[in-house]
């Protein structure tokens, strides 16, 4: 149990182009969803905090306009890198919460982006 | 505030020796604490954690945890180290504001010597 999926997992796109981002929770519902940037070689730094049908939370010094974030449904959350450049290539990750309690995160297995 | 130290960035051990893997936390309020394995190019998968039930956990692969409260310490430990076992190991904390969200260490890179 406690699976989640991201797709896709890599991909490459053109300076200027905006790419999407899923992750899906498989086997339970998550009101709760978490996207995180990892840098090479370092921790992870979340970007936001995804709620199912309301707006996502932003952590200071990201930019919510670039990078959309909609959780429509209690197992669905995308995250869109609009108009994507070369410095927001980096691997993404998402989490879903355990609704079950305990504070526990599942993650996907990311998704490195490439931006040319 | 809630914070996580992980000392040591990297660790080098061989195999079928003890691993222990350093996380200490800083908390006003009880904390859940959190082990987490990333091997190359893939996400995190849970090997443990502590939400206030017995100080030592065990996880999977064989490894296990003692939260030390005196300490503020919840270090990773396993008996024998196996070749798999090398990949970054993060330790993080989850905040107790309600937002359910992670303070994550700065991650262990474990190598594993034959």
């Known amino acids: 149990g406690a699976v989640v999926s991201q797709h896709p997992s890599r991909v490459i796109c053109k300076s200027g182009t905006s790419v999407k981002i899923e992750c899906r929770s498989l086997d339970f519902q998550a009101t709760t969803m978490f996207w995180y940037r990892q840098f090479p070689k370092k921790s992870l730094m979340l970007m936001a905090t995804?709620?199912?049908?309301?707006?996502?939370?932003?952590e200071q010094g990201v930019e919510k306009d670039k990078f959309l974030i909609n959780h429509a449904s209690l197992t669905l959350s995308t995250l869109t890198v609009t108009s994507a450049h070369p410095e927001d290539s980096s691997f993404y990750i998402c989490?879903?919460?355990?609704?079950?309690?305990?504070?526990?995160?599942?993650f996907g297995p990311g998704t490195r982006l490439t931006v040319l | 505030a809630q914070s996580v130290t992980q000392l040591g960035s990297h660790v080098s051990v061989s195999e079928g020796a003890l691993v222990l893997l350093r996380c200490n936390y800083s908390?006003?309020?009880?904390?859940?604490l959190f082990w987490y394995v990333q091997y190359p190019n893939q996400g995190l998968q849970l090997l443990l954690k502590?939400?206030?039930?017995?100080?030592l956990v065990k996880g999977i692969n064989g490894f296990e945890a003692e939260f030390k409260k005196s300490e503020t310490s919840f270090h990773l430990t396993k008996p024998s180290a196996h070749m798999s076992d090398a990949a970054e190991y993060f330790c993080?904390?989850?905040?107790?504001?309600?937002?359910?969200?992670?303070?994550f260490g700065t991650g262990t890179r474990l190598k594993v010597l034959a």
């Open positions: 993080a904390v989850s905040l107790t504001s309600g937002t359910y969200k992670y303070i």
């Open positions: 995804s709620n199912e049908g309301s707006k996502a939370t932003y």
């Open positions: 502590y939400t206030s039930a017995a100080t």
């Open positions: 989490s879903a919460r355990d609704p079950t309690g305990a504070d526990t995160q599942y």
């Open positions: 908390s006003s309020v009880p904390p859940y």
